[in-house]
């Protein structure tokens, strides 16, 4: 989880409504054929090239640069189109926006497109669209996966925060790396059509970063809920991911939770806190080992060192087949 501390190269600066073209960035979104949530966020366009693998160092830290120091479109006026609906949202100070869905839904994954009807100062301006999708699951109560990022599926354990920070601003999501393992169990995971989210406290302005890297990577398509730095502390962790969790929950009605972290952080505090809370939710919790000084776990928590022996433990808890064991021990099982 210290990818987080990316917060220490973000620098604040006032949104304004120039004439420069604006993207609208389409996160993923979540729900059941009850009811889902989309969301995303309007910015002004830099015009960035999308990232390529062996690109010059500049030029990274350019984007990086850019994505943190983002110009957002305060109070635009969006319509939101899904499932054949057509939803007029309004972007907060943030430019950050959402639109709830009421069901029924068709469950399965559904393009999401978004128009700019206004700016915030009611004009219209130039735009592109970062598209998403809605995962609808269905109604009926199933198990489900809530899973940090950071030193829990992204390799990014550096100790020093210079050295992190150096790290973060000149990579690219080709750059990225995850662990042997990782993407083969939440595509079984996927596979068994468990709903996957990523709840982490890295900042939302890398939200195209680390969509990028989980396509390459092959994890299975996952809404991101990222902290926005504009309105959310920096370094507190624990009340924002207990926050966003209990988001999920609602989104999820009557699913149980796979819980995923890693111990470098507070993971193992938070998740025992849902336990308390959710008893009955919480399917399992599962701990990524990587600090330099391990700790006891907690009680109803499984430690793992790396992800072939977690699948090796799943499937001696029955909680893996054969042939899905055999997909995350697998050679060819990442990319």
Not at 194 to 204: K, Q, T
């Amino acid at each position: 989880m210290a990818v987080n501390l990316l917060a220490l190269t973000c620098v604040a600066s006032p949104a304004h409504a120039e004439e420069e073209p604006v993207v609208i960035q389409v996160y993923n979104g979540l729900g059941t054929t009850a009811g889902a949530r989309v969301w995303g966020r309007v910015l002004e366009d830099e015009g960035a090239p999308p990232p390529r693998k062996g690109e010059r160092w500049y030029r990274k830290l350019k984007r990086n640069y850019h994505a943190l120091e983002s110009d957002e479109i305060p109070d635009a006026e969006l319509e939101v189109h899904v499932l054949g609906r057509k939803i007029r949202v309004k972007a907060d100070k943030e430019g950050l926006f959402e639109a709830r869905l009421k069901g029924p839904l068709t469950k399965g994954r559904h393009p999401v497109d978004v128009r700019l009807v206004s700016d915030g100062d009611g004009k219209k301006r130039r735009f592109r669209v970062e598209k998403g999708a809605l995962l609808v699951w269905p109604r009926k109560p199933g198990v489900a996966v809530i899973s940090d990022i950071d030193d829990t599926v992204l390799e990014s354990g550096v100790a020093s925060k210079l050295k992190l920070a150096r790290k973060v601003m000149t990579t690219n999501a080709h750059d990225l790396k995850t662990f042997a393992g990782a993407p083969a169990l939440y595509r079984v995971w996927a596979g068994r059509r468990y709903p996957v989210v990523f709840v982490s406290g890295s900042p939302v302005n890398l939200y195209p970063k680390l969509t990028r890297f989980f396509e390459l990577r092959g994890f299975p398509a996952a809404p991101l809920l990222l902290k926005d730095f504009g309105r959310e502390d920096l370094t507190e962790q624990k009340a924002y991911k207990l926050k966003h969790i209990a988001t999920v929950a609602r989104l999820l009605p009557g699913y149980r939770f796979i819980l995923v972290g890693d111990d470098g952080e507070q993971d193992p505090e938070i998740y025992q806190e849902v336990q308390k809370l959710h008893p009955k939710r919480v399917e399992l919790v599962l701990i990524h080992r990587v600090a330099e000084k391990p700790s006891k776990p907690p009680a109803g928590q499984l430690y793992f060192s790396d992800y072939r022996a977690l699948a090796r433990a799943l499937h001696r808890r029955k909680l893996l087949d054969d042939a899905e064991l055999k997909r995350v021990k697998g050679k060819g099982s990442d990319r």
